[in-house]
């Protein structure tokens, strides 16, 4: 089974930078996508950035221009770089994992797809 594990949370003022990490276990198919997501309490999930393999990435509105995705398909790790924080990204930030090429973009916004999902890591933005 794919187990994904994020880290690299915390607390950072406006206009700070963090980096998140995303550890995936038992990742041995060649094509597979991966994503990042956060949620605000009991909101709405929101999709950030997926990956495919390939290192095809896609960001939401949201974020694009201040996050960036990247792979290290070698060691199944995955990153979301972050900066220019603003107070509304505080959120716990989730990293996910599915199998298969060429649906991770189309599931950015529903998350279907994604199979294996981290416990998130905290991350808060303060002024």
């Known amino acids: 089974a794919v187990e994904v594990m994020e880290s690299g949370g915390g607390s950072v003022q406006a206009g700070g930078s963090l980096r998140l990490t995303c550890v995936a276990s038992?990742?041995?198919?060649?094509?597979?996508?991966m994503g990042w997501f956060r949620r605000v309490g009991r909101q709405e999930r929101e999709g950030l950035a997926t990956?495919?393999?390939?290192?095809?990435?896609v960001y939401a509105d949201s974020v694009k221009g201040r996050f960036t995705i990247s792979l290290d398909d070698t060691r199944k790790i995955l990153y979301l770089q972050m900066q220019n924080l603003k107070l509304e990204d505080t959120a716990m930030y989730y990293c996910?994992?599915?199998?298969?090429?060429?649906?991770?973009?189309?599931?950015?916004?529903?998350?279907?797809?994604?199979?294996?999902w981290g416990r998130g890591t905290q991350v808060t933005v303060s002024s």
């Open positions: 996910a994992a599915g199998l298969g090429a060429g649906w991770a973009h189309a599931a950015l916004q529903s998350g279907i797809g994604f199979t294996s």
């Open positions: 038992g990742l041995t198919y060649p094509r597979y996508g």
């Open positions: 990956i495919e393999s390939d290192g095809s990435a």
